[in-house]
């Protein structure tokens, strides 16, 4: 069976600086992984996506993940953290259906 | 429209009564899940649809939630002698049937049950 950590259920970041969302997950098979993001009032979309292929995938709105085989890990990252990232944020693993972490509240500081 | 739609968007009921869910899948899209979303909990997986296959039950948390989709397409989530812990958003989403596609959701049904 497939699971997601993500640890830290409230983030605060500072706007301007990094924002780095943490992820581990464990599967038996080679994992699909997924970071999803939920603004206020609003349903989930797709942030990004690991399949096959570069490890380091580029999603939206500046948003970046590299999958780790080595560390289970699938950390998502912005280097700059604008007023606008306030959200909900969640990892996903999927080989059949999909797990998710119990997500990051992220509020960003002026 | 293009995406995924459910209604209703809010439901209020009483402990003890039924409640149904809907959702309409994007069209084309062979795979439906649905998801409860809790406060502190998460998003728990519930149901999946994937065509004619018989679908995976395996989330739903009790035998008073079922699902049935018609016709591969609209789904109906049901809840039966509702209680104060279902209350939460139920998230519908859908794909291709790729298992690596990119589920996408709907807005989602808050369920309140007093």
């Known amino acids: 069976a497939q699971s997601v950590t993500q640890l830290g259920s409230h983030v605060s970041v500072s706007e301007g600086a990094l924002v780095l969302l943490r992820c581990n997950y464990s599967?038996?098979?080679?994992?699909?992984l997924f970071w999803y993001v939920q603004y206020p009032n609003q349903g989930l979309q797709l942030l990004l996506k690991?399949?096959?292929?570069?490890?380091l995938v580029k999603g939206i709105n500046g948003f970046e993940a590299e999958f780790k085989k080595s560390e289970t890990s699938f950390h998502l990252t912005k280097p700059s953290a604008h007023m606008s990232d306030a959200a909900e944020y969640f990892c996903a693993v999927r080989n059949n259906r999909l797990a998710f972490g119990k997500g990051n509240q992220v509020v960003v500081i002026p | 429209g293009a995406g995924v739609s459910q209604s209703p968007s809010n439901k209020v009921t009483e402990k003890g009564k039924d409640v149904e869910l809907r959702c309409d899948p994007i069209s084309g899209h062979t795979a439906l899940y649905w998801y409860r979303q809790s406060l502190g909990q998460g998003l728990e997986f519930l149901i999946y649809?994937?065509?004619?296959?018989?679908?995976?039950k395996s989330g739903l948390p009790s035998d008073r939630f079922s699902a049935e989709r018609t016709g591969g397409s609209v789904s109906t989530l049901t809840i039966q002698r509702t209680q104060q812990e279902d209350s939460a958003v139920y998230l519908c989403a859908s794909s291709l049937a790729e298992i690596i596609e990119t589920q996408y959701f709907g807005p989602g049904t808050r369920l309140l049950v007093l």
């Open positions: 690991y399949t096959t292929g570069a490890t």
């Open positions: 599967s038996s098979v080679p994992p699909y």
């Open positions: 649809f994937q065509g004619n296959s018989a679908p995976d």
